[in-house]
């Protein structure tokens, strides 16, 4: 462990704001939507209130899988090595757990998105995975939260093969010796609940009789109760992210969260107006769906006020676009709806 970090981890514990490296701090306000561009582990203790906060939707880093930003507070640049819950990532992701469950409110839910990891023999011993979805459920277990689904969002082992070059998912392995065959990394929601009944609760699904204001048809929650979105398509995000939003060809990030992904969570868990959180916003996708964005399943019935954080410059900036861009179509949309009844 570098003397940055043994630094940052005493900064932590004393919740000192370590923004010495960043660009001075920039928070932006919009109609129920706050997004603050600083590291969210300070952020959450200066800004946010305990029990305040609805649900939490976000795409978390995958360990040391991807590099987001060169900033020492960035998770994403913790080494994970192959014990994930003792390693850099594993301690840093402890303190962000530990502001989480102070903000969340009792009987609210976190929708945690994950993807399971490789294992390289040159780096890890063997050709294999590394169970990051596991380590996941230990590290916000220990930090209070109940562990009380997950949803899979199978991925396309095609596609997988070609992008990674994994002798695992290639027909002529198989043809050789399938025993050295294996499927494909999927991705998953993994649902946590901070323990206790929450004061209001969700009627969300809809009945005719018992719950016409329910906004969840029956055939959604069959849908979402089976644990797999098939459904989910890989580019369903939001259009133009890759412009602007890259520092440098070292960035290594795929791509944002899909948008059906978040307006399914937001849509099950909130109500209307409740706050949504989302402690890694990236380009906006949370907030965006959450403020009434389209996605491939329709926009929410209601919005949802929001709350994020994001360490990137870069990032920031381009989640304050989509969202400006966001309600200036909402204003007109509004202004031809009137002039068409008046």
């Known amino acids: 462990m570098t003397r940055g970090h043994v630094l940052l981890i005493r900064q932590m514990l004393i919740l000192e704001p370590v923004f010495s490296a960043f660009a001075p701090l920039r928070e932006t306000t919009m109609t129920d939507c706050l997004i603050y561009n600083e590291d969210c582990i300070p952020g959450m203790a ?11 939707v976000s795409s978390i880093p995958f360990g040391a899988l991807f590099q987001y930003s060169c900033k020492t507070a960035d998770i994403g640049n913790n080494v994970d090595g192959v014990d994930l819950h003792r390693g850099q990532f594993g301690l840093h992701l402890r303190f962000f757990v530990q502001q989480l469950f102070r903000v969340m409110k009792t009987g609210c839910n976190v929708c945690v998105h994950i993807q399971q990891l490789l ?61 050295k065959l294996m499927p494909a990394v999927n991705d998953y929601v993994l649902v946590f609940q901070k323990p206790g009944e929450s004061e209001v609760p969700v009627p969300a699904l809809h009945d005719p009789q018992l719950n016409p ?43 944002p969260l899909q948008l059906t992904v978040i307006k399914r969570c937001i849509q099950l868990y909130t109500n209307p107006d409740e706050l949504v959180l989302d402690p890694f916003m990236g380009i906006g996708s949370t907030a965006w769906v959450a403020r009434g964005g389209k996605t491939r399943d329709g926009a929410l019935h209601a919005p949802r006020r929001v709350v994020g954080f994001e360490i990137k410059e870069s990032y920031h900036a381009k989640a304050l676009s989509y969202l400006a861009g966001l309600e200036k179509q909402q204003a007109e949309d509004a202004r031809d709806l009137f002039t068409a009844t008046a």
């Open 213 to 255: 204001k329910g906004w969840v048809k029956s055939d959604e929650w069959v849908r979402d109760a089976h644990g797999t979105w098939t459904d989910i398509q890989e580019m369903d995000v939001l259009e133009g992210y890759r412009h602007g939003a890259k520092e440098s060809e070292q960035e290594k990030h795929v791509c």
């Open 119 to 179: 294992r390289y023999k040159n780096q890890h011993g063997y050709m294999g995975r590394r169970d990051f979805r596991g380590a996941c459920v230990d590290l916000f277990g220990a930090g209070g939260f109940e562990y009380t689904g997950e949803f899979v969002i199978p991925k396309n082992p095609q596609v997988i093969a070609q992008r990674l070059s994994l002798h695992s998912l290639q027909f002529q392995t198989g043809r050789k010796n399938a025993r």
């Open 46 to 56: 200066k800004r946010l209130a305990a029990e305040s906060v609805h649900l939490m």
